[in-house]
């Protein structure tokens, strides 16, 4: 770096301070016996259904118990690996001090009963997180980065408590439980505008549009950071949903907005994508996209399907993260670039649609989802969708003989496609004692509308219509950049000598 101030992070190893080094090696192992603990409550919760709380204070009920395990895991492989990344780093200790911080903030956010302690926590998760993304001292771009997600998280953390100030307000509540006990006696406006604050916020959280650019200013965080961000950072708007799901379903016009803007991240996600040159973006704009799936699951009702989506999207975009320098390829540039849309040849159109078809109906029949007109036929539609769009993608990707690829893809599919189902119900199971689990919405025009559109969007982007369209190109390029003072502008910029 340029900066007079950043210490070499390359070169010769420094000695080991003993002190310090033994702190990320005890986080380490505390955090899996965390998890461990994790899986004995969870055990012990299936079997007894314990009524665990210090009254007024925390209340562990099944969203607890789940994302506790979750939560623990993702931070035990995030300080497994971190001890590795940055060994030598003179900074690993705060780093991993700071994570593991992160990790215990998280776990009280999912317990914590009482409003002030949900909202200081809810505070403190998104500074922690953005103290990770500006880890690097002397980065200009680094503390940038910071600085705009840290605006971000505490408007989020500022709607949630003007939204649960103004509950308590008209309760007199003072716990979240007690909230949501006294929502049927609330009148509209109240509830519209408590609901309002709580959806954006959980918007911001999850980075959906318009409030994606601290996700894509964010690639200055070290690897690890990245990780524990897109795999459970994100997830928090989804799980503020679930926890105040009796707030926000009492209106039908608010769970249609949770809809349209979950569908408007979903195609927006996969749009910038398509725009971003480098690994780490493109994994950014996926989680805008696939964060959109996971809210729009909440606005149809099922926030059962919501909790599973943000856990198994943690899997995949944690390894994605954690494996992402494996992706970087140095080559020279081509005359003509991959062609990033499109079908090739009949057999692939074939076998994505037969996937995409079947594995919707699998999942209909393993869920009971679909087979009556409410919102479950609309979940199962998106579904569909979303098998079809990972059918074509292992159709178009996957180095085998076509052959045996047209063959392999179904055979991988509807087994993946039974375990989400699997996952679901077992996640609905635990999630039983939460107020409202599932509030299936009817479906109306609006929703046909926005089923159509998304369908158009999504033909348009995969026959690859939208990238004959200059002005499109340029609308994404800008919408998809980060803020301009955490961008390395300059190749002196990498250069720590």
Excluded at 29 to 40: I, K, N, P, Q, Y
Excluded at 110 to 124: E, K, Q, S, Y
Excluded at 286 to 299: D, K, L, R
Aim: charged share 10%.
């Amino acid at each position: 770096m340029t900066d007079g101030t950043q210490r070499r992070s390359v070169g010769s190893l420094p000695e080991p301070n003993n002190a310090s080094s033994r702190v990320p090696a005890a986080l380490t192992r505390f955090v899996w016996a965390m998890w461990l603990g994790t899986l004995v409550v969870a055990a012990v919760f299936v079997r007894s259904d314990p009524q665990w709380a210090v009254e007024g204070l925390v209340a562990i009920d099944g969203l607890t118990v789940v994302m506790w395990t979750v939560v623990a895991f993702f931070s035990g492989i995030v300080h497994s690996y971190s001890r590795r990344y940055l060994a030598g780093n003179p900074d690993k200790t705060r780093f991993i001090t700071q994570v593991f911080a992160f990790t215990l903030v998280v776990m009280v956010v999912v317990a914590a009963d009482h409003i002030a302690l949900f909202a200081a926590a809810w505070l403190a998760m998104g500074l922690l997180m953005a103290e990770l993304i500006g880890h690097v001292d002397g980065w200009p771009q680094a503390q940038a980065a910071a600085r705009t997600a840290r605006r971000y998280f505490v408007g989020g953390a500022a709607l949630v408590a003007a939204s649960l100030t103004l509950l308590w307000s008209e309760t007199g509540a003072t716990t979240i439980t007690g909230l949501l006990d006294a929502v049927g006696g609330l009148s509209t406006t109240t509830t519209v505008l408590a609901a309002g604050g709580l959806v954006v916020a959980a918007m911001i959280q999850s980075a959906l549009l318009p409030f994606h650019t601290w996700i894509l200013s964010s690639m200055t965080a070290p690897t690890p950071a990245s990780a524990l961000m897109h795999a459970g950072f994100v997830n928090a708007g989804g799980v503020l949903l679930a926890r105040f799901a009796p707030v926000v379903t009492v209106e039908p016009t608010i769970m249609l907005a949770i809809v349209a803007v979950g569908a408007a991240s979903a195609l927006g996600g996969k749009l910038l994508k398509s725009v971003q040159s480098d690994i780490k973006g493109q994994l950014g704009c996926s989680t805008v996209g696939q964060m959109g799936f996971m809210i729009m699951q909440a606005g149809l009702g099922f926030f059962g399907a919501a909790i599973t989506h943000l856990i198994l999207h943690g899997f995949y975009k944690a390894y994605q993260f954690l494996s992402s320098g494996g992706e970087v390829e140095h080559t020279s540039p081509a005359a003509v670039s991959d062609h990033t849309a499109g079908f090739n040849g009949i057999g692939s159109v074939v076998v994505t649609l037969v996937t995409g078809i079947l594995g919707g109906a699998l999942f209909a029949v393993l869920t009971g989802k679909g087979t009556i007109i409410n919102g479950g036929l609309l979940l199962t539609f998106f579904v569909t969708f979303a098998t079809l769009h990972a059918a074509r993608s292992a159709v178009q990707h996957t180095s085998l003989p076509a052959t045996f690829r047209y063959g392999a893809v179904p055979l991988v599919f509807f087994p993946a496609i039974t375990i989400y189902a699997i996952v679901y119900e077992a996640v609905s199971f635990l999630l039983a004692d939460l107020p409202v689990v599932t509030a299936s919405t009817e479906l109306t025009l609006l929703h046909g509308v926005i089923a159509a559109v998304f369908v158009g969007v999504y033909l348009a982007i995969e026959t690859g219509v939208h990238e004959g369209s200059g002005r499109l190109y340029v609308a994404l390029l800008n919408l998809g950049q980060p803020t301009s003072d955490t961008l390395l502008t300059t190749t002196e910029d990498y250069n720590e000598y």
